[in-house]
C-alpha cells in the first residue's frame, strides 16, 4: 500500500484522477465529494451535497467538474476555485476535516431560491475565511537570478493577450440601426413653408477663440487623473511599483485595455507634446517595465501587460526620440533577463537528460 485516504462513511460510487496525477476526486454514498492531494496523502478540500454523486469526471485542463447524482437527469458543473483565484499556495487549502455544505442548484425557480442561494453563499464564505485564518505566513523573498511568477489565474493574463481575438468572437452580428424617426427632442424653428429648421448653436458672449483651440485646450487642461494615473505616478516618485502592479493586478483584461487605450495620442499635434499627460503617463509606464523586468516580479503578468501596452502605444514610441531612448533601455533590460532564464532552463535541460539516460 503506498497511500490511504480516509474520509468516507459509505460506499465509494466513482474516482477520478487529475490530468497531471495530483489529485484524486472520490464520491461517496455519503452524500461527500473530496479531493485528495495523492503526493502529501491529505484532503484538499471536501463538500457535502443533499444528493449523492454517483458518477463524475474532470476536465484535462482541472477547470470543470462533471457529475451526475442519484434520481436526477441533469449533468452538474463545477468550477475550481483555484483557475480563477489568486490563491495557489497550499495552506490555502482545507486542513482536512472542514466539509462545506452545498445545496445543488434548482431547475425550476422558486420564491425561496434566493434565500436558499444566500445561505449557501454565507456557508462558503465562512468556510473561506476558516481557511485564511489558519494560513501560514507566506515567503516573500526572492531568490536571486530567478524571476517570481504573479500567482494570478492562467486565463486572467492570457485574455490579456488574446484580447483582440475576444473581442472580434463577442462582436454583435447585426450592427446598430439607425431610428427610423427624427427624437422628438431636437430644437427646431418654425416656419411658414412647413419645413423643420433647427436652431443653431450659439456662441457665448466674448468668447473670440477658435472652435480647434478650445477643444484642443480643454482636453489638455480638463483631463480628470484617473487612480491608474495617480498610482502610476506616485509609485514613480517613490521608486516602488508595488502598489500599482496590485492595482493593475485587480482589473479585469478589458478594463486594462481600456486604461492604456486612454493614454493613446491620436492626433499630430507635435507643439509641446512632452508636457501632454498622455505623453508622460507613457514615458512612466515604460520606466514601470524597465524597473519590474529588471526586478523579476510578476513576470509573465508584465510580459503580457507590456505586450498589449507596446501594441497600442508602439507607434508613438517610434515618433518620439525620448521614448526610443527607454524603449532601447528596454529591450537591453529584456534581453538581459532573458539570457539568464534561457541559461537556466538550459541547464535545467542538460541535468534532466543526463539523469534521465544514466543507468542504475
Given at each position: 500500500m503506498v497511500r490511504k485516504f480516509e474520509g468516507h462513511t459509505d460506499r465509494i460510487t466513482d474516482l477520478c484522477f487529475s490530468e497531471d496525477g495530483k489529485w484524486l476526486l472520490s464520491s461517496s454514498m455519503d452524500g461527500t465529494l473530496r479531493i485528495w492531494d495523492v503526493i502529501l496523502a491529505r484532503q484538499i478540500d471536501a463538500v457535502h451535497v443533499e444528493v449523492s454523486v454517483t458518477a463524475l469526471s474532470l476536465s484535462p485542463n482541472m477547470d470543470v467538474l462533471a457529475t451526475t447524482h442519484v434520481d436526477q437527469n441533469g449533468v452538474y458543473l463545477w468550477v475550481?476555485?483555484?483557475?480563477?483565484?489568486?490563491?495557489?499556495?497550499?495552506?490555502?487549502?482545507?486542513?482536512?476535516?472542514?466539509?462545506?455544505?452545498?445545496?445543488?442548484?434548482?431547475?425550476?425557480?422558486?420564491?425561496?431560491?434566493?434565500?436558499?442561494?444566500?445561505?449557501?453563499?454565507?456557508s462558503i464564505v465562512k468556510h473561506s475565511v476558516s481557511k485564511e485564518a489558519s494560513t501560514f505566513?507566506?515567503?516573500?523573498?526572492?531568490?536571486?537570478?530567478?524571476?517570481?511568477?504573479?500567482?494570478?489565474?492562467?486565463?486572467?493574463?492570457?485574455?490579456?493577450?488574446?484580447?483582440?481575438?475576444?473581442?472580434?468572437?463577442?462582436?454583435?452580428?447585426?450592427?446598430p440601426k439607425k431610428p427610423e424617426k427624427t427624437p422628438f427632442f431636437l430644437p427646431s424653428i418654425p416656419s411658414l413653408s412647413g419645413e423643420i429648421l433647427f436652431k443653431p448653436s450659439e456662441p457665448v458672449d466674448g468668447d473670440d477663440s477658435k472652435p480647434d483651440e478650445t477643444e484642443s485646450h480643454r482636453r489638455k487642461l480638463d483631463?480628470?487623473?484617473?487612480?491608474?494615473?495617480?498610482?502610476?505616478?506616485?509609485?514613480?516618485?517613490m521608486k516602488n511599483f508595488s502598489a500599482f502592479t496590485e492595482y493593475i493586478k485587480g482589473l479585469s483584461p478589458?478594463?486594462?485595455?481600456?486604461?492604456?487605450?486612454?493614454?493613446?495620442?491620436?492626433?499630430?499635434?507635435?507643439?509641446?507634446?512632452?508636457?501632454?499627460?498622455e505623453f508622460i503617463s507613457i514615458e512612466l509606464l515604460l520606466d514601470y517595465f524597465i524597473h519590474e523586468i529588471s526586478s523579476r516580479n510578476n513576470f509573465e503578468f508584465v510580459q503580457a501587460v507590456m505586450r498589449l501596452f507596446l501594441k497600442i502605444h508602439g507607434e508613438t514610441i517610434r515618433c518620439n526620440l525620448k521614448l526610443q531612448d527607454?524603449?532601447?533601455?528596454?529591450?537591453?533590460?529584456?534581453?538581459?533577463?532573458?539570457?539568464?532564464v534561457d541559461k537556466l532552463f538550459q541547464s535545467a535541460r542538460c541535468m534532466v537528460t543526463f539523469l534521465s539516460n544514466s543507468q542504475y
Open positions: 475550481n476555485q483555484s483557475m480563477f483565484s489568486g490563491a495557489s499556495r497550499i495552506d490555502a487549502y482545507a486542513s482536512g476535516k472542514e466539509v462545506v455544505n452545498i445545496k445543488l442548484p434548482s431547475l425550476i425557480a422558486v420564491e425561496g431560491s434566493n434565500a436558499e442561494n444566500e445561505d449557501t453563499d454565507k505566513p507566506a515567503f516573500s523573498q526572492q531568490i536571486p537570478d530567478l524571476v517570481t511568477l504573479s500567482l494570478l489565474p492562467k486565463s486572467q493574463w492570457q485574455s490579456l493577450i488574446n484580447l483582440d481575438i475576444i473581442k472580434v468572437r463577442n462582436k454583435p452580428i447585426e450592427p483631463i480628470p487623473p484617473t487612480q491608474f494615473f495617480e498610482l502610476l505616478q506616485s509609485s514613480s516618485e478589458s478594463n486594462l485595455d481600456m486604461e492604456l487605450r486612454m493614454f493613446q495620442i491620436i492626433d499630430d499635434y507635435q507643439e509641446e507634446l512632452e508636457t501632454r499627460p527607454k524603449a532601447r533601455k528596454l529591450l537591453e533590460t529584456q534581453c538581459s533577463v532573458w539570457q539568464g
